[in-house]
């Protein structure tokens, strides 16, 4: 069974930093794009950053130069580093690996709630 499990979510002040993590168990996804999302009360999923398996980064225009995505394929772990927060980042954070043959992520993490004050 495949689980990804994220984690360092929490509350910060606007201008502060988080890193979140995700690792995933059952499956090795060093094979695998991974990304991450996140979803805003009453707000559609959005697209925060991708990683492909060659290390190609995409980012949502607004985190750009902000937010790094990375991946340690050595320990099944990706990472989200969030900089200079905002109070529109406030959301839960979802992990995603895999992409199946119909497009979609084929795996989900549960999310991890990032709240951003002023």
């Known amino acids: 069974q495949v689980q990804l499990v994220e984690s360092g979510g929490g509350s910060v002040q606007a201008g502060g930093s988080l890193k979140l993590s995700c690792v995933a168990s059952g499956y090795i996804v060093s094979g695998c794009r991974m990304g991450w999302y996140r979803q805003a009360p009453e707000k559609a999923r959005e697209m925060v950053s991708t990683i492909s398996t060659g290390g190609t980064m995409t980012y949502d225009d607004s985190v750009k130069g902000r937010f790094t995505i990375s991946r340690d394929n050595a320990n099944n772990t990706l990472y989200l580093q969030m900089n200079n927060l905002k109070t529109e980042d406030t959301g839960t954070y979802y992990c995603?690996?895999?992409?199946?043959?119909?497009?979609?992520?084929?795996?989900w993490g549960q999310g991890t709630q990032v709240t951003v004050s002023l």
């Open positions: 995603a690996a895999c992409i199946s043959a119909s497009g979609l992520y084929e795996y």
